[in-house]
C-alpha cells in the first residue's frame, strides 16, 4: 500500500473493492457511485494500475450499475488518474461498456468516450481512439457498431486528412449495414459528423451516405435523415440543392409512412431556412400545402406549428391564396389536437396580412375557435390575443371576442377561466375605465367567489393590476367596497378571499384607504372562528406594516391598529396563528426601528 495513506484510509477502500464484487445491487451501485473516492485515496497511479483494469475486468450483468459506471468514468475522471495525458486509459472499460446489450447504457458509455475524446491530444486520438473506434465499427456484434456512429463527430476534426478518409470510409459502411439499428444510429450521427466534412467531402461523401439512408426500407431510419437534410442543405448553395437534394426533400415530405412526413413538417420551417426564400417559393408551398391537408392528424398538427414561421417567407398575396384556405379547413378539422396547434400558432400570420386582411379573414376563425369544444383550443386562442390586438386595435378586438370573452369567463375549465383572468388588465388599459366598469367590472368580482382556489388567487392578482392600471380612487369605489363586504360571508372561504385579497392588494392602496376602508373588517376577522382565516390576517398585517412604514403617519398607523392585534394573536390557542402573529410582530417592530 502507499505509504502516503495511513491503515484507516485503506481499509474503506479494500470494503469498496469488495462492495463492487457484492452480489447485492444497491451495494455494487453505492460502490460505482464512490469510484472518484477510491481513485483519489489510491493516487493516480495505482488508480490507473489497479483500479482501471479491475473496472475493465469486472463487467457487471445488472444493467443499472453498468449505466452508473458509465456516467462516472465521463466525469472528468481523468483528473483521478494523473490529468489529461493519461485520459486514455479511461476509454477500455467504456469501450466494454460500449459493447453490452441494453441501449441506455451503451448510449451513455458512447456519451463519455466523446466526453473523454475532448481532452485528448491529436497523437492520443490517433494512437488509442482510432483503433477503438475501428473495433467497434468493426465488431461482431450490433450493439458495437451502433455504438461506435455517435463516437465518429467527437473526433473527425482533429485527426489528419488520411485519417479522416478512413472514418468517412467506416461510416459509409455503417450506413450500408445489415442490422437497422447500425443504420439508425448512422442516420441519427450523419448530421453532427457532416458539420466537420469540408465542401468537396459533402458532396463526395456526404450525399451518398445520406441518399443511401433517406431511402432505406426501415421508416425508423428515413425519418432520421430529415435532420441530416437541412445540414446538407446549409452547406450547399440554392443551385446545387436543386440540382443535388431537390428530389430527396420531396421524397421526405411525400413518404408513404406517415413518421417520416411528421418529422418533415416538424422541421419545415428549419429545412425552409435553409433552402432560402427563392427555392421555397418556387418548389415548397406546394409541398407544405401537401402537409396541411395531410391525412394523419399527427401530420397536420405537426404542420400547423410551422404556419407563421413558414408565412414569414411568403408575400402576403399568396399567403391568403394558399395558407388561409388550409387554415380555414383546419380550424374545422375532426382532430382536436390539431385544432389546439392551429389556434396556437393562428394569430401569428395576422402581423404578416396587416389589420383589414385579419379582419377578413382571421377574426372569423377566432370566434370560431374561442368557441371550440375543447378547452385546449379555447385557452390556446386568449393566450395569443396580444398579438391580434396591436394588428387590429382593441376597440375591433373587444367588439368581436368581447361576447366569447365573457362566455369563457364562466367555462367549466378553470384553466381557460385562469387564462381569461390573466388578459383581463391588458384588455381593461386598452378599453378605459368607462368600458370596462360596464362590461367588465361585475366579471372581475364573480371571480373571487370562483370555486377553484387557483382562480380566485388570480383574481385577487388581477384586482391589484387592475388598481395600478386605474387608480387607488377607482379601487376605493369599484374593488374596495364589494372585497371587504365578502368578509362577513357566513361561508368561510369568501372571509378567507377577502383577506388574501387585501394582502394582495394593499401595497397598491393610500393609508388613508386602508384606515377608512379595510382595517376596521380586517381586525373584526382577527377574532374569527376559523384558524386559518385569523392567521392569515397576521400576514396581511405584516405586508401592510412593511408597506406602510415609510409613508406619513406610517408608523402611528402600526402602532396603534396593527401591533395591538398581532399582540393579542401572539397568545391564540391555534399554533399557526402564534407563528404567523410572532414573525408578523418581528417584522412590523424591525420595520419600525
Keep these: 500500500m502507499d505509504g502516503a495513506f495511513p491503515i484507516e484510509d485503506i481499509a474503506p477502500i479494500a470494503i469498496l473493492m469488495d462492495e463492487l464484487r457484492s452480489e447485492d445491487v444497491q451495494l455494487r451501485l453505492n460502490a460505482i457511485h464512490s469510484i472518484p473516492t477510491i481513485a483519489l485515496a489510491l493516487g493516480s497511479d495505482r488508480a490507473r494500475e489497479e483500479l482501471i483494469p479491475f473496472l475493465q475486468d469486472s463487467v457487471d450483468d445488472e444493467d443499472e450499475v453498468l449505466l452508473a459506471l458509465a456516467e462516472e468514468l465521463g466525469r472528468n475522471f481523468e483528473e ?338 385562469q387564462a381569461i383572468i390573466e388578459y383581463i388588465p391588458l384588455l381593461s388599459n386598452q378599453l378605459g375605465k368607462p368600458f370596462f366598469d360596464e362590461q367588465l367590472g361585475n366579471l372581475c368580482m364573480s371571480w373571487l367567489g370562483d370555486t377553484v382556489y387557483s382562480i380566485r388567487e388570480a383574481a385577487t392578482v388581477n384586482l391589484k393590476k387592475l388598481t395600478d392600471v386605474f387608480g387607488v380612487e377607482w379601487a376605493k369605489v369599484a374593488i374596495v367596497p364589494k372585497v371587504m363586504g365578502m368578509g362577513s360571508h357566513p361561508n368561510y372561504l369568501f372571509r378567507m378571499t377577502t383577506v388574501q385579497a387585501i394582502t394582495t392588494i394593499s401595497p397598491s392602496l393610500n393609508l388613508e384607504i386602508i384606515r377608512s376602508d379595510v382595517i376596521g373588517p380586517l381586525l373584526e376577522l382577527a377574532k374569527d372562528p376559523i384558524p386559518n382565516i385569523r392567521f392569515n390576517v397576521a400576514k396581511a398585517l405584516e405586508v401592510m406594516a412593511t408597506s406602510f412604514v415609510d409613508v406619513a403617519d406610517g408608523r402611528v398607523f402600526i402602532r396603534d391598529c396593527i401591533l395591538p392585534t398581532l399582540e393579542r394573536q401572539k397568545n391564540d390557542a391555534d399554533a399557526d396563528v402564534r407563528y404567523f402573529a410572532s414573525r408578523a410582530l418581528q417584522k412590523a417592530i424591525s420595520s419600525e426601528a
Design 80 to 417: 483521478y488518474i494523473g490529468g489529461k495525458e493519461y485520459a486514455h486509459v479511461i476509454l477500455g472499460p467504456l469501450e466494454n461498456l460500449s459493447a453490452v446489450e441494453e441501449t441506455l447504457v451503451r448510449e451513455k458509455a458512447a456519451e463519455s468516450i466523446t466526453k473523454v475524446a475532448s481532452v485528448l491530444s491529436q497523437s492520443q486520438i490517433e494512437q488509442y481512439y482510432i483503433p477503438l473506434l475501428k473495433r467497434l465499427s468493426q465488431g461482431e456484434w450490433f450493439t458495437s457498431r451502433t455504438s461506435s456512429a455517435a463516437l465518429y463527430p467527437a473526433v473527425y476534426a482533429k485527426v489528419s486528412p488520411a485519417i479522416q478518409d478512413e472514418l468517412r470510409k467506416g461510416f459509409t459502411s455503417l450506413g450500408s449495414d445489415d442490422t437497422p439499428m447500425v443504420r439508425r444510429a448512422a442516420a441519427k450521427w450523419l448530421g453532427p459528423l457532416l458539420t466537420h466534412f469540408s465542401q468537396p467531402h459533402i458532396l463526395s461523401d456526404g450525399l451518398p451516405i445520406y441518399r443511401k439512408l433517406q431511402q432505406d426500407e426501415q421508416d425508423s431510419v428515413r425519418l432520421l435523415t430529415v435532420e441530416d437534410l437541412i445540414v446538407i442543405a446549409k452547406r450547399l448553395s440554392p443551385a446545387e440543392i436543386k440540382e443535388q437534394l431537390l428530389r430527396q426533400i420531396k421524397q421526405s415530405i411525400g413518404d408513404k409512412s406517415w413518421r417520416v412526413r411528421y418529422m418533415a413538417a416538424n422541421h419545415f420551417n428549419e429545412l425552409s431556412e435553409a433552402l432560402g426564400v427563392d427555392l421555397v417559393r418556387e418548389e415548397l408551398i406546394g409541398q407544405y400545402v401537401q402537409l396541411l391537408k395531410d391525412n394523419e392528424a399527427e401530420v397536420r398538427s405537426a404542420a400547423a406549428t410551422q404556419i407563421p414561421g413558414f408565412s414569414k417567407l411568403l408575400d402576403k398575396e399568396v399567403i391568403l391564396a394558399r395558407i388561409v384556405p388550409c387554415v380555414r379547413d383546419l380550424s374545422q378539422d375532426t382532430s382536436q389536437h390539431v385544432r389546439a396547434a392551429l389556434a396556437n400558432q393562428i394569430s401569428g400570420i395576422a402581423p404578416l396580412l396587416g389589420k383589414d386582411a385579419t379582419i377578413e379573414h382571421l377574426l372569423p376563425l377566432f370566434l370560431h375557435l374561442l368557441k371550440d369544444d375543447f378547452p385546449e383550443v379555447r385557452l390556446n386562442i386568449i393566450s395569443k390575443l396580444e398579438t391580434v390586438n396591436t394588428v387590429i386595435g382593441i376597440e375591433l378586438l373587444s367588439e368581436s371576442l368581447l361576447p366569447a370573452i365573457v362566455e369563457l369567463a364562466e367555462d367549466k375549465s378553470w384553466r381557460v377561466r
